[in-house]
C-alpha cells in the first residue's frame, strides 16, 4: 500500500513558539492531503484539506491563522502550529487518499509545554 | 451537518464470542471506512465500502453497509486478544475525500 510518512513522531515544543509538522507521501504523489487532530481518547477531527500549489481550505472552527498549512510539492506538505499553546498539544495525522483507500501517516504527538 | 455514531463506545469482549459495533450517519454518503487504532499509534484502513448491501470480509472481522438505513456495522467472529484496539467507522463526503469519524469503539479482548 501507499505510504505516508509523518516524522519524528513525537514534538516538544515551548508556549509561545512555532512548530512545523510534516506529511510526505513516500511512493506516490498527492496533490491532495488532509489533516486531522485528535485529542486522547476522542475521535479525529478534519482540520483542513490541504492542496498542492493552491490555498489550504479549512474546516469551520479551524483558525487558518494559526494552523498554516503549506503543500509546496507532491510529495510534501507542511502543517505550522504558531503561537502554539498547551491547548493545541494533540495527535496530529495527516492523510492522502490513493483509489479508494485513505491512507494515514503515523501521526505526530505535539506536546506544548 | 454530517453526524456519525459509533455504539457502544466501550466493548469487553470474551475470547471465542462474537460481537458487533454499530455506526449510524445522519445523511446521505458515497463511501464508508472503518479503521482500527491500537494505543498511540495511527490508523490502519480494515475496509471501505462503497456502495448498499456490500459486505466485506478479512479475517475474523466482517463489515456491511446499508445506506438506506444510514447504518453500517462491523461484526467480531470468535474474538481473541489480538484484536483488541479501537475501532472507528468513517463516513466520507466531497467524493469521500474528507472523512467525519465516529467516536471510536474501544475494545477489549480478554481470556
Known amino acids: 500500500g501507499a505510504v505516508v510518512s509523518q516524522h519524528p513522531s513525537r514534538v516538544i515544543c515551548k508556549s509561545g513558539t512555532s512548530v512545523k509538522i510534516e506529511c510526505r507521501s513516500l511512493?506516490?504523489?498527492?496533490?491532495?492531503m488532509f489533516w486531522y487532530r485528535q485529542f486522547p481518547k476522542q475521535s479525529l477531527m478534519l482540520m483542513a484539506t490541504s492542496n498542492e500549489g493552491s490555498k489550504a481550505t479549512y474546516e469551520q472552527g479551524v483558525e487558518k491563522d494559526k494552523f498554516l498549512i503549506n503543500h509546496a510539492s507532491l510529495t510534501l506538505s507542511t502543517l505550522t502550529v504558531t503561537s502554539a499553546h498547551p491547548e493545541d498539544s494533540s495527535f496530529y495525522i495527516c492523510?492522502?487518499?490513493?483509489?479508494?483507500?485513505?491512507?494515514f501517516g503515523s501521526g505526530i504527538q505535539l506536546s506544548v509545554l | 451537518e454530517l453526524k456519525v455514531e459509533q455504539n457502544p463506545l466501550f466493548l469487553s469482549m470474551q475470547e471465542g464470542k462474537n460481537y458487533t459495533i454499530y455506526c449510524n450517519y445522519s445523511?446521505?454518503?458515497?463511501?464508508l471506512y472503518w479503521y482500527r487504532q491500537d494505543p498511540g499509534k495511527s490508523l490502519e484502513s480494515l475496509f471501505v465500502l462503497l456502495s448498499n448491501g456490500a459486505v466485506k470480509q478479512e479475517g475474523r472481522l466482517m463489515a456491511s453497509l446499508d445506506t438506506k438505513a444510514r447504518l453500517s456495522t462491523l461484526h467480531i467472529t470468535a474474538a481473541v486478544h489480538d484484536l483488541s484496539a479501537t475501532y472507528f467507522c468513517?463516513?466520507?463526503?466531497?467524493?469521500?475525500?474528507?472523512?467525519?469519524f465516529g467516536g471510536g469503539t474501544r475494545v477489549l479482548v480478554k481470556p
Open positions: 492523510s492522502a487518499r490513493v483509489n479508494e483507500k485513505l491512507f
Open positions: 468513517a463516513v466520507g463526503r466531497a467524493a469521500g475525500n474528507k472523512l467525519t
Open positions: 511512493d506516490f504523489q498527492a496533490t491532495t
Open positions: 445523511t446521505t454518503s458515497d463511501r
